[in-house]
């Protein structure tokens, strides 16, 4: 079955940096566009980021436009998400997701904070 597990969350001053990653299993890795969603407390899950299949593709929410770059390894069945200039607002759980598909991992929590 799909697992998806992220990792890689924390906590970090404003301004600093983090690097998600999420490893994927019980799919064909490959052949799926990938995506990281956020949701803080009290607020709706929000697309952040977007790969396609053969990473050739990206494409950002406009808050993180500039800041975050999503990239994946297909050896690896896993997809990155590097986070830089961090601000409080982008404090969220961080969950991946394969496009078209239910599952969801378990999250990963990045909180900025001074």
């Known amino acids: 079955q799909v697992q998806l597990v992220e990792s890689g969350g924390g906590l970090v001053q404003p301004g600093g940096s983090l690097r998600l990653s999420c490893a994927a299993s019980?799919?064909?890795?490959?052949?799926?566009?990938m995506s990281w969603y956020r949701q803080a407390a009290g607020k709706a899950r929000e697309l952040v980021a977007a790969?396609?299949?053969?990473?050739?593709?990206?494409s950002y929410a406009d808050s993180v436009k500039g800041r975050f770059t999503i990239s994946r390894d297909n050896a690896k069945n896993t997809v990155y998400l590097e986070m830089n200039s961090l601000k409080p607002e982008d404090t969220a759980v961080y969950y991946c997701?394969?496009?078209?598909?239910?599952?969801w991992g378990q999250g990963t929590q990045v909180t900025v904070s001074s």
């Open positions: 790969i396609t299949g053969a990473g050739g593709s990206t």
């Open positions: 019980g799919f064909t890795f490959s052949m799926y566009a």
């Open positions: 997701n394969a496009v078209g598909t239910p599952q």
